[in-house]
DNA sequence: TAGAGTTAGTTAAACGTTTAACTTAAATCT
DNA sequence: AGATTTAAGTTAAACGTTTAACTAACTCTA
């Protein structure tokens, strides 16, 4: 059997009460007997039960992951390495991640996930999108919660973004740097506040340039950000506008559905159009030509994400909601070259 | 606060005892209170606590699955998959997966997982290969163990497991039944159950079809399955004998770097030569060509080992070792053709 | 009809922590 | 020196379940 409190207390011939005081290192304690019972600790490979201490301090010591199913059909595991970084973010602390999916189109049918249900989660972690309906019933329950690459606009929450506008704008200037004009933009689910800081972006930084913004330049209509969605919008791009010479598409997976449009109709890039991306999936780098892009340190917003939830656990009442911006990076590959 | 088991008692006019074997629906109890307790139940949206179950039996609710980081770092999603499949696979169950990596090169001076050294897991799932230091050390702590797509030769271990040799089999007559005759098998880590039980079938499926096996066809000595690796491979095979028709890899990383080859050194796919792989991963619909393969049920391969695992740790007794084997099926797109 | 057996439910202890309230001894003050 | 404060640790109750042991009410059986 596991040792218990009590072995260590007994061992260290204190009280159990000591022990506790110990682990959560609180003043009281003097350092000698601190020492004293970290080595019974030690010795006796102690770790204290999780169900005992949440049975008193009613706190289970999970983090709920929450996702919507499709990131998990899509190609890029974008969303997949956020998950990872919260996975690593917990290592320094005493949590644990549960993951949960939910419906795309989660609605007032649907179940929650069965961690909430339980009350299993001391708090929950939402990537990406997710449904008004969810967000509303997950807010009447009460539980910390933080967004990552996503906000609601129906109020102030915690969040961990990615600086979008600044990708939008490093992107755009890039393409404006290497003396492109026509710079075409496309993307999907404008909606979405990433896609749509990442467009902003692109239309200050086409200003800073003193380029005129061109709505021909621009398709932006397209359901969401997907591959397939990339090759539709080329061709709608190349169709409202013959003379682009540089394409910035809101995402990876766009950029690829993109080249491959460009492949397919003989436009080779980056000799007749450059063409940047946004995320800096794995599959860049295989492309031919590998993708210039900007990269989301996809890593870093899990661990942010820990790091915020475990504050706003701790401090309940720590009711000025903040945001957190995730910088990134501009990654110069072979998709992009200067205007001749 | 929550409802307690004391509320539901209460309210249904029974003892605390009474509502909890309801829950476990034991034998004791009529349907008359049976129902009346679980009327309480719904009423109350009463949900027991894990923290004082675990606290008496001794138990957790959690499964540990744990998979070398490198994994994750590779373009395809297989092990996610399989990972999200126990997700999944735990609806219907109380437990809750916990994720972990460990690095692909875990050795004596690594600490295992945290969930492991608190003894937050009732079982772990082991999902690919990990170092025998690592299997070892697992071992003598006495907790239910189930692997996925591996298991270690050191022993009889429950496993859930690919069909890889029918898989083999199935891919190399394929190529066979379309008349290819200089049928190549690309593979790496051979030491690795699968990929040495899909090179096994390839071996027998030439037998059956009556080709002599010549090691002349095989490159085998790549050091693990990815695509720059499947790359090189081909180009050795090549180098080896420049009558091959068909290539079988050994997966689809390593079909998708063959094909790279390929279309660097203008040998069309599938015009002049056939090329099947093995997985069936996303990247495949959008090759070109599209990729035959053999289909992995990645997500069937997760539910699997929940259900196992969960058995496993019922009986703890049961221990007449067993391996589940998940069947596996071709896909055919248009990376093969008839040899002319 | 008494006694034994069976059925359906109850009682109470136990699980391993945390923490408010308490104790004791030492330090500080007047 | 005696009273008061402070410091460092202890005591004991509480958290919400499970389950062995018990009880009371029936049902048989001879």
Redesign the interface.
């Known amino acids: 059997m ?1 040792p218990t409190i009590k072995d260590v207390a007994k061992k260290a011939g204190v009280s159990i009460a000591t022990v506790s005081l110990v682990i959560q290192n609180h003043a009281r304690i003097t350092t000698a007997t601190k020492t004293k019972v970290q080595k019974a600790i030690k010795e006796l490979n102690y ?1 204290p ?7 008193v301090t009613k706190t ?1 010591g ?1 983090i709920g992951f929450i996702l919507t199913d499709d990131h ?4 890029e ?1 974008f969303y ?2 956020i998950f ?1 970084g919260t ?2 973010g ?2 320094g602390t005493n949590y ?6 939910i419906a795309r189109d989660f609605n007032s049918k649907d179940e929650l996930p ?2 909430i ?4 989660v001391d708090g929950i972690i939402i990537a990406g999108k997710a449904t008004q309906d969810f967000i509303e019933r997950i807010e009447l329950l009460d539980i910390p919660i933080v967004f990552i690459d996503y906000y609601p606009n129906s109020g102030n929450f915690f969040t961990v973004l990615i600086d979008n506008i600044n990708g939008g704008i490093i992107a755009t200037k890039h393409l404006v740097d290497l003396g492109h004009k026509e710079i075409g933009f496309i993307g999907g689910d404008i909606s979405h506040p990433s896609i749509y800081d990442r467009f902003s972006g692109y239309k200050q930084a086409l200003e800073s340039g003193g380029i005129k913004f061109n709505k021909k330049n621009c398709v932006i209509d397209e359901e969401d950000p997907s ?1 397939p969605n990339g090759y539709n919008a080329a061709k709608k791009l190349f169709a409202q506008n013959k003379k682009i010479t540089a394409i910035f598409a809101c995402n990876d997976a766009m950029a ?1 559905g993109a080249m ?1 449009y460009c492949t397919d109709n003989k436009i080779k890039i980056p000799n007749d159009v450059s063409l940047i991306g946004f995320d800096d999936v ?2 860049d780098i ?1 492309l031919n030509p590998p993708l210039t892009t900007i990269k989301v340190p996809k890593f870093e917003l899990g661990t942010e994400a820990i790091h915020l939830i475990e504050n706003v656990i701790k401090n309940k009442s720590y009711h000025n909601k903040k945001k957190i911006l995730v910088p990134v990076e501009l990654i110069i590959r072979n998709s992009t070259r200067e205007l001749k």
Chains 1, 2 share one sequence.
């Open positions: 596991s770790h039960s999780r169900s005992a201490k949440g049975l289970t999970n998990f059909l899509q190609t595991p997949t390495k990872l996975e690593f917990t290592r644990y991640v549960l993951l949960a999916t069965r961690f249900l339980e009350r299993s591959r690829i491959q794995e599959a295989f």
